[in-house]
């Protein structure tokens, strides 16, 4: 996403991909406006006409587009070009490449800042190949896990056709690998399977970096295993995702030690006395909470943490244990034990 901070409240934004959507989601709030062209149906007399027109909308609701391709951002029209729409609801639907203004109701805070500045980063990511005897699978790591392509398949053993049959599905794998630019490649699996795939591909793929690592399963198991697998940390260290398992496995190991606070309540008593290191809130908990209307709990809480600079994480159902995190929505490191 590119964007620009104009003063302490206004910020100038251009969508550049479908991620850049989710990091939307989490600083345009309710009271927020929304300045920019989007088509309105405008009525003359016994026939209608698509127009653009430059709209400022009151945001009164955020939500994804049923296909999540973009975000649609509702609420009442306060100024237009055209002076016929003021007054009137209309649903802002940003997409990529869509350009807008953003006024906050209030100052930009420090965690919405760095939201801003990790979705301007450019989006590492590596394609992995998960292959065993029974299944294949194509995903993409990056902030999360994104599966392109999956296969069950059963070959006997002593098959004449054995080879061919297994090459007929690796060249379809092939294909899906070429019609992306990839800069990174993991091959991985148990035994000899990642061997044999790289095998086939080695000389038909124009990828620098080909690597392969062993995981006990193939197929989406093996990917999720893969992000999962401490000795890996250096290949996926560029990754968000890496991160987030990482604060992870420290909230299970301080449990033992009551150095972790549970729920909002928890969270916010601690914070009152700047004892909260870090939090990790569940972006399904999150997302729930705006759809409700009960964001400004939350966004108190926020406020709380940038004055005792806390760090903010969202957490998404890749992650290993996610369940802890949604289960409680908001958890969080203690600086000190009471």
Do not use: W
Not at 65 to 92: C, P, V
Not at 195 to 214: C, H, R, T
Not at 266 to 290: G, P, Q, R, T, W
């Amino acid at each position: 996403m590119k964007y620009e901070i104009i003063d302490k409240k206004t910020i100038k934004i251009r969508v550049e991909d479908e991620v850049d959507l989710l990091y939307l989601y989490k600083i345009v709030n309710v009271g927020d406006i929304v300045e920019g062209y989007d088509y309105r149906t405008l009525k003359f007399e016994n026939e209608k006409e698509k127009k653009k027109i430059k709209i400022k909308i009151e945001v009164e609701n955020i939500k994804f587009s049923e296909y999540k391709d973009s975000l649609r951002i509702s609420g009442k029209i306060i100024d237009s070009n055209d002076k016929d729409s003021i007054g009137h609801y209309h649903t802002f639907d940003v997409r990529i490449s869509t350009e807008f203004t953003l006024y906050k109701k209030e100052e930009i805070k420090k965690y919405e800042e760095k939201i801003l500045e990790k979705s301007s980063r450019k989006k590492e990511e590596i394609f992995v190949i998960s292959i065993d005897g029974n299944e294949i699978a194509l995903g993409i790591i990056n902030s999360g896990i994104k599966i392109i392509k999956e296969e069950y398949y059963k070959i006997n053993k002593g098959d004449p056709e054995e080879k061919a049959k297994l090459h007929k599905i690796f060249s379809e794998f092939l294909n899906a690998l070429k019609d992306y630019n990839i800069k990174f490649l993991c091959i991985i699996g148990p035994l000899f399977y990642p061997e044999e795939f790289y095998d086939y591909v080695k000389n038909k793929l124009n990828i620098k970096n080909i690597k392969i690592y062993k995981v006990s399963n193939g197929g989406i198991n093996g990917i999720y295993e893969f992000v999962r697998r401490t000795e890996y940390y250096e290949t996926l260290k560029s990754l968000e995702i890496l991160e987030i398992n990482k604060l992870i496995e420290e909230i299970l190991y301080l449990m033992q030690k009551n150095m972790v606070a549970f729920g909002y309540d928890e969270v916010y008593n601690n914070a009152m006395y700047n004892n909260i290191e870090y939090v990790l809130i569940s972006e399904e908990c999150f997302k729930k909470m705006k759809e409700e209307n009960n964001i400004d709990k939350i966004i108190n809480l926020f406020n709380i943490l940038d004055k005792i600079d806390a760090e903010i994480y969202f957490v998404n159902n890749n992650v290993n244990n996610f369940e802890l995190i949604d289960r409680f929505c908001i958890v969080g490191k203690l600086r000190y034990k009471i």
